[in-house]
C-alpha cells in the first residue's frame, strides 16, 4: 500500500530534510530541481546556482523570463535588493 501525501506534507519534507543531503553536489542539484520546479509554475528562470559560504547554504539567481508579474509576484518578499 502507498502512502498518500498532501502538498503541505511533501513540502514539510523539503524544509525538514534539506540538511540531510550527502554532499555539496547533491545539495546543488536539490536546489536546482526546487527552483525548476518553483519557476516552472510561478514564473522566472533558473540561473546561477552556487554555494555561499557566508549563509552557509547554496542559493540560486532566479531571473525573470516575462512570466512573473509587475511587483515580482512570489519572489517579490525575498532578496528585496535583487531586481526581477
Do not use: C, W
Request: aromatic residues 6%; without cysteine.
Amino acid at each position: 500500500m502507498a502512502k498518500i501525501l498532501t502538498t503541505r506534507e511533501l513540502a514539510q519534507i523539503v524544509l525538514a530534510n534539506s540538511d540531510n543531503l550527502i554532499d555539496l553536489a547533491q545539495h546543488e542539484e536539490f536546489t536546482k530541481d526546487l527552483a525548476a520546479l518553483v519557476t516552472k509554475h510561478f514564473g522566472g528562470s533558473v540561473g546561477l546556482i552556487q554555494y555561499v559560504e557566508e549563509l552557509n547554504d547554496v542559493t540560486v539567481a532566479i531571473s525573470n523570463d516575462g512570466n512573473i508579474p509587475n511587483g515580482g509576484g512570489v519572489y517579490k518578499d525575498f532578496d528585496t535588493e535583487g531586481e526581477l
